[in-house]
């Protein structure tokens, strides 16, 4: 009985690319991803993995004007894989990985403000992400984000 609920650990371990200090294959982020929504253009660049870590960025522009930036980070922090963003020439803000799967990476920082919570999920030549946490009242927000592949 010991060795099946060991067993049964180390599969749902496995599985869920959390446990154990997995990392999971986040190549699938890797690209340049767009979406045009009231006027803004958000484009999110990710490099493809290298050493076991991925850079990204990103920005928000209405016209020739930049309304937002940040610069992103996944890479393995000692015996975990974390998320480090730092927008707007911030100090990074890290977001450990909670949860992956096939195509999709969920992490989260309970105790930043907002967001809390990051995810990307892959869908052929689109992008879904979301960020997510308590708006300034305290309830909960969150903004999704619908990329498609664009021209370099």
Known sequence: MRRAKVVVGAAMAMW???????????????????????????????LAPVGGALIGMSRTTRGEAMQSFEFMRIARDGAHTAMHVLPNG?????????????????????AHDFPNTIEYRSKGERLHAWIAGPDQEGKPMRIAFDYTRCAP
Do not use: H, K, Y
Request: glycine share 14%; hydrophobic share 50%.
């Open 16 to 46: 869920s690319g959390v446990a154990l200090g997995a990392t999971p294959d986040l190549g699938w982020l890797a690209g340049r991803w767009c979406e045009a929504r009231a006027g803004q253009l958000i484009e999110e660049t990710w």
């Open 90 to 110: 911030e100090a990074a803000t890290v977001f450990p990985m909670v949860a992956s799967g096939p195509g999709w990476v969920r992490f989260a920082n309970a």
